[in-house]
């Protein structure tokens, strides 16, 4: 079992920036892909990036350029740099982690994830 605890959400102005954060804990050594997800209000949970353990990254084209994924194996986190934001990244935001696969494992799909986050609000105002 892994566990994910998110911190970091808030509310942000349009052009602001958050940082959020994933700890994982538990059988962390099985942990392949991680990545980030959101659901807007109304709407599916949508990839916004997904991230190897040998730090292969991918990220969705709304979020390319504004949005990074650091991640640190050794401490077991990954966290969701966001500058820029935009009104239309008002959402909850869940970290995902993955223990199938290997060291260049990752996913883009929900389905590829074993384990979630509780999930984080992220509301940013015009």
């Known amino acids: 079992q892994v566990q994910l605890v998110e911190s970091g959400g808030g509310l942000v102005q349009a052009g602001g920036s958050l940082r959020l954060s994933c700890a994982a804990s538990?059988?962390?050594?099985?942990?392949?892909?991680m990545g980030w997800f959101r659901q807007p209000p109304g709407k599916e949970r949508e990839l916004v990036s997904t991230v190897s353990r040998s730090n292969n990254i991918r990220y969705a084209d709304p979020v390319k350029g504004r949005f990074t994924t650091p991640r640190d194996n050794a401490k077991n986190t990954v966290c969701l740099q966001m500058n820029s934001l935009k009104p239309e990244d008002t959402a909850v935001y869940y970290c995902?982690?993955?223990?199938?696969?290997?060291?260049?494992?990752?996913?883009?799909?929900?389905?590829?994830?074993?384990?979630w986050g509780q999930g984080t609000q992220v509301t940013v105002s015009s």
């Open positions: 538990g059988r962390t050594g099985t942990t392949s892909a």
């Open positions: 995902a982690a993955a223990t199938r696969g290997g060291l260049y494992y990752y996913a883009t799909a929900y389905e590829g994830y074993d384990y």
